[in-house]
Structures are given as C-alpha cells and as structure tokens.
C-alpha cells in the first residue's frame, strides 16, 4: 500500500511536501514525493490530506499491566505511599485484560514501540500475541534474605529458558530499584548479557536509604518483613552506585534519573547509558525540575516513557510529547521528536526503527495538523493535533474514529 499526506517526516529534520510512503510486506519499499512513489504501482493508495506520516513513536518505559488500576489509586504525595496502594493490583486476573487494554491505548496514541515492565512473568506470553512492537523487560526483585534468594532464583529460571525472540518481541531484564533489589540479583542481571533496566534516583528518599539507610524506604522494608539487618548503604548516590555494580553500559536504561549530582551527568555521559525521563509520571508525583536540559546538552541518548497509568493520565506518547514541550520550551522541537522516536529506539539498541527510510521497518503513524502554516514538526505539537493511523511491521493496527482518508 501507499499512504500520501501533505507532509511526511522521515525525521526530525527532513519534510516531504506532498508526500508518500511505499509499504510491502513489513518494510518500506519507497518514500519521496507522492507523484514519484505512486509510479511505483504499489496499492491501494491512501491520502490522509492535511496530516504528517512520522516514524511511530517508542514508548521507552511503561508498565502495561496496571493499566486497568488507574481509577483505583490515588494520587498522594508520598511516594511509598503510593507503592502500598500498587501492591497486589496485579493478579493472574487482571493482567491480561490490563496489558491488552494498555496495548490498544498505546496504538491509539501513536505508539509503535513499547518498553514494558512485566512485572508478574505474566505480561511476556500476553504481548507476544498482540501487534505492537515490544521490547519486554522481565521485573525482578528482593533485597535480602528468602526474598533476595527468591529472586534470584526466578532470574536463574528465566535466564537459564529464556523466552524466544520473534520479528515484534525481544526479552530483556529489569532488576527493579536499589531499595528493593540486591547487589547480587543486580550483578546477576548485568552477567546474563542482556539488556537491562532499571529505576534509580526516582526520590529524595532513596538518595537518603543510599547514603545513611535510613528514611522512609527502611520503613518501607519493615513494613513488609523484609530484613535489612545485614545491609550496609554504600554512602553513594545511585548512579555511582549502579556504576560499582556494573550497570552502567550501552545497552542499559536508567528509568527517571529525577535526581542528579553534576557528577552523576558526566558519569552517565561516559558510561553510554540511556536516560528514560517520564514527563508526565515526574510531574504527578510533585518532583522538582528534571534535569533533562543538563543531560541532553551532556549527549546522553534521552528517550522518553509514559510509566503507567498509575501515575499518568493516559498512555498516549503524543499527549507525553505535547506535555513536555509546554514544560521544556527551551528544548527544541526537532530534539523533542528525536526523544520520542529514534532515541527510544537507539535505547532499546533497535536497527531499522525510529524514522522513515527505504529498506526500514514500516512502523508509521499519521497525525492530523492545524494547517496553519506553520513547521510540520511545530503542528504535531499542537494541542489540536491527533493520530489518525498507527501502522506497525506494515500492518495498520490503529484508525481512528475521525480518520478521513480516500482511496486513490
């Protein structure tokens, strides 16, 4: 098929006036101005008119499985709080309807890519069968005693059978925080060569537990019988902490980094990690000024997640977008796209994902503009905008009640 707009946006800097896209099978096959692409003879032919085709956007964190628990939390502004109320929302039950409803949500906003958090082991076998592209990070946790021996063995057991790979899924670790994980479960994740991922410098509580044990995350441990009697806190910030344990590497992602040392941003800038910053999630949860400016101008790869609806009001990484270029008007546009497209996919170390090109995966969204005249990258920004389509592999997986396409 060919899909035709007014504008198609291979990347953040490059705009096709009257443009097209070529797709056969999972793979774009030719992309330039309509009337070159249409003597291809690829049909059908679909003109949406005034929108853009971009790459789809990739949703670099996100926990798919509570999606159905949003009306059922509260919003507080204690973080461990919080986490009592996202205990046992999970169940064998839930899961499956949560993670497909989160799958559909995802389409509709322009998300082609997931990052998701399985967080029961029940998420992985859900997603396989569904058309988004994924990339799943198995949740592993304990910080000590029967619970650390727990994980670990549940982290023996998935690396030792590790789920197989297809053409939309690839399976990677998440060891979950520093305050609910052990050293050795992080040291294991790192020796398994997967990629991994992780929650760090979230709260000013786990730079406390970090530096002197103490603090609500000990209470946290107490609460739920979990020893901390042997634990010594490494008097380090998160990031140096991460670096002893061998965490910080290429092919690792930091979830938040909501706060940084200056020199927790030159450590990450050498160690070739990706940040994951979730504009939204930092904004419910009251946190201070992110310092996603300081980490961009570092050359950090900054990808940008949804986290769940927990702690978001939707799972649309449009809506992320529009978010976080009413909140970081500094940060220019072209770079915005780049965090919600080819830095995910860099992130996630995805090839042929993340923009527009012949030979590419044809994961495609179009998106309805204003047509005011104004940049094509500065319409999707605006609060008007809407994803028409969300293609995935070559497959339209989304469309939209208000789409207005003609066949041609």
């Known amino acids: 098929m060919i899909l035709r707009a007014k504008y198609v946006m291979p990347d953040s800097r490059t705009v096709i006036e009257n443009g097209a896209v070529a797709i ?17 003879g690829t049909t059908p032919i679909h003109d949406f008119g005034e929108a853009v085709l971009t790459p789809g956007l990739v949703n670099a964190h996100t926990h798919l499985d509570l999606t159905n628990s949003a009306d059922s939390i509260q919003r507080v502004p204690k973080f461990t709080d919080w986490i009592f109320q996202i205990i046992g929302k999970r169940t064998p039950s839930t899961v499956g309807p949560s993670v497909r409803e989160g799958v559909q949500q995802s389409l509709a ?50 690396v030792d059978s590790p789920p197989a790979p297809n053409s939309l899924l690839t399976a990677a670790l998440s060891p979950h925080a520093p305050y609910s994980t052990s050293a050795d479960i992080y040291r ?42 042997e634990w010594i806190p490494p008097q380090l910030t998160p990031v140096q902490y991460m670096e002893t344990l061998g965490v910080l ?22 160690s070739g990690a990706s940040v994951v910053f979730c504009p939204r999630s930092h904004h419910y949860f009251y946190h201070t000024d992110h310092p996603v400016v300081q980490l961009i101008e570092s050359g950090i790869n900054v990808a ?23 909140t970081q008007p500094c940060i220019r546009p072209e770079t915005l796209f780049n965090m919600v497209t080819c830095n995910g996919a860099k992130a996630f170390g995805l090839t042929q994902v993340g923009r527009l090109e012949k030979g590419w995966q044809a994961d495609i969204i179009a998106v309805k503009i204003p047509n005011d005249g104004r940049p094509a990258i500065e319409q999707i920004l605006d609060s008007s905008s809407e994803n028409l389509l969300t293609v995935v592999g070559g497959k339209v997986c989304y469309t939209s009640n208000n789409v207005r396409f003609i066949d041609m």
């Not at 056969?24 to 291809?40: A, E």
């Not at 978001?312 to 978010?323: A, I, M, Y």
Request: hydrophobic share 40%; aromatic share 8%; glycine share 12%.
């Open 304 to 326: 940008i997640g949804t986290d769940s609806l927990a702690s978001n009001w939707s799972l649309s990484l449009l809506d992320e977008l529009k978010f976080l270029a009413r």
């Open 188 to 229: 294991q994740c790192v020796a398994s060569g997967a990629s991994v991922c992780t929650h760090i410098a979230e709260t000013e509580e786990e730079l406390e537990f970090l530096s002197s044990g103490a603090g609500a995350f000990l209470d946290y441990l107490e609460a739920f019988g979990i020893s901390t009697a």
């Open 109 to 158: 906003g322009g998300v082609t890519t997931v990052g998701d958090i399985d967080g029961t082991g029940g998420s992985m076998q859900i997603l396989r069968n569904t058309p988004i592209r994924k990339v799943v990070f198995f949740e592993v946790l304990g910080f000590s005693g029967e619970h650390a021996a727990m994980g670990l063995t549940r982290l023996g057991a998935y």
């Open 249 to 270: 590497r290429t092919d690792s992602l930091l979830v938040h980094c909501n706060y940084l040392t200056d020199r927790d941003v030159v450590t990450l800038a050498e």
């Open 24 to 40: 056969q099978g999972s793979k774009i096959v030719d992309i330039g101005l309509y009337p070159t692409v249409r003597n291809s």
